[in-house]
C-alpha cells in the first residue's frame, strides 16, 4: 500500500536554530514529490516539486532535497513567520499526503 | 488574481439537511479535486475531475457526490450530511493530473 510519513510530528526551534523535517515514502510509480506550507485555517500553499533523486530546490530559508525513499526539507535559520505546518505529498496517479509536521518558531 | 474559491467558509448543519458546498477556479485548469482535512489522518481525496463532465472517486467518496458542468465549477453535494462528515474540506485545482495543485480557502463543516 502507498504511504507518506512525516516526522517529527510537531517541532519546536528556537529562531535562528536550523532543522529538518522529514518525509519517507513508499510508493509504486512516484511522478513527483510535492512540498506544501499551511496556516491554521488556510489551504495549503505550494512550495515546491521534486521529480528525481538527487534534486534539490530553495526559496529563502527553505531547501528541499529528495533521495529514492525519503524527501527532506531543511530549514535554515527559521523566524518566527516560519511558523506553520508542512506537508509533503507524493505523486503517483493521485496524490498521497502525509499528516504534516507542525513547526513552531519562537523568537 | 488568479485563485480558487469555496463557499461557504464556514457551515453549521443538522443531520440529513442537503447541502452544497461550491468551487470555484479562475485558471482555466483541467483537473479539480475534493479533499477532506481530519487530525491525524491528513488530506485524504473525495472525488476528482479529470475534465468537464469527467469524475471520479477518490479514496473516501460514501457519502458524496460531485458534478462537472462547467471547466471551472466543481461542487461538493452532500445529500444527507452526518457527524461523521464534520470536517475541513479543501477543492484544489491544477492544469493537468500530473501537475502542481493550488488549494482553496477550506470550507469547515460542521453536522450536528
Known amino acids: 500500500e502507498d504511504q507518506v510519513t512525516q516526522s517529527p510530528e510537531a517541532l519546536r526551534l528556537q529562531e535562528g536554530e536550523s532543522s529538518s523535517l522529514n518525509c519517507s515514502y513508499t510508493?509504486?510509480?512516484?511522478?513527483?514529490l510535492f512540498w506544501y506550507r499551511q496556516d491554521p485555517g488556510k489551504g495549503p500553499e505550494f512550495l515546491f516539486t521534486l521529480y528525481s533523486a538527487g534534486e534539490e530546490k530553495e526559496k529563502e530559508r527553505l531547501k528541499a532535497t529528495l533521495t529514492k525513499k525519503e524527501s527532506f526539507l531543511h530549514i535554515t535559520a527559521p523566524k518566527p513567520e516560519d511558523s506553520a505546518t508542512y506537508l509533503c505529498?507524493?505523486?503517483?496517479?493521485?496524490?498521497?499526503f502525509g499528516t504534516g509536521t507542525r513547526l513552531q518558531v519562537f523568537p | 488574481e488568479a485563485q480558487v474559491t469555496q463557499n461557504p467558509r464556514y457551515l453549521i448543519t443538522v443531520t440529513g439537511k442537503k447541502l452544497t458546498v461550491t468551487c470555484s477556479q479562475n485558471?482555466?485548469?483541467?483537473?479539480m479535486s475534493w479533499y477532506r482535512q481530519d487530525p491525524g489522518l491528513g488530506l485524504r481525496q473525495i472525488y476528482y475531475s479529470m475534465n468537464v463532465e469527467v469524475t471520479d472517486k477518490g479514496d473516501v467518496p460514501e457519502g458524496y457526490k460531485v458534478s462537472r458542468k462547467e471547466k471551472r465549477n466543481f461542487p461538493l453535494i452532500l445529500e444527507s450530511p452526518s457527524p461523521n462528515q464534520t470536517s475541513l474540506y479543501f477543492c484544489?485545482?491544477?492544469?493537468?493530473?500530473?501537475?502542481?495543485?493550488?488549494f482553496g480557502p477550506g470550507t469547515r463543516l460542521t453536522v450536528l
Open positions: 485558471m482555466n485548469h483541467e483537473y
Open positions: 484544489a485545482s491544477s492544469p493537468l493530473a500530473t501537475d502542481t495543485q493550488y
Open positions: 505529498a507524493a505523486h503517483t496517479d493521485k496524490l498521497i
Open positions: 510508493v509504486s510509480g512516484l511522478r513527483g
